[in-house]
């Protein structure tokens, strides 16, 4: 049964850090793209950062360039995404999804319609 199990969402201040963690299982880690979506009330999904497993390349969204880090633990089947400087327009639902290898191998497509798993969302909340 294939499984992505976010943790790590909570309450912080504007300014603050929060760690998002996914816990992957159920399919070969390595042959996957795993990424972090958000998804705050009234608006669409949007990809925030992705990473391959196979080579580490990574992709992010323009809002969060030099301010959230994406990372990989093969070993552990897990990835996090590591959120400085939040601000309040970063609140949202994060979810963990995956992306199997296409055409051009194990990319970070960070396309929410072409992921393939999803896991059920972790609240982050940034407060003023």
């Known amino acids: 049964e294939v499984q992505l199990v976010e943790s790590g969402g909570g309450l912080v201040q504007a300014g603050g850090s929060l760690r998002l963690s996914c816990a992957a299982s159920g399919f070969t880690f390595d042959d996957y793209a795993i990424g972090w979506f958000r998804q705050a009330p009234g608006k669409e999904r949007e990809g925030v950062s992705c990473i391959s497993s196979s080579d580490g390349s990574t992709y992010y969204a323009d809002s969060v360039k030099g301010r959230f880090t994406i990372s990989s633990d093969n070993a552990k089947n897990t990835v996090y995404l590591q959120m400085n400087s939040l601000k309040p327009e970063d609140t949202a639902v994060y979810y963990c999804?995956?992306?199997?290898?296409?055409?051009?191998?194990?990319?970070?497509?960070?396309?929410?319609?072409?992921?393939?798993?999803w896991g059920k969302g972790t609240l982050v909340t940034v407060s003023s």
């Open positions: 999804a995956a992306e199997g290898a296409g055409p051009g191998g194990v990319r970070p497509r960070c396309n929410h319609y072409g992921m393939d798993y």
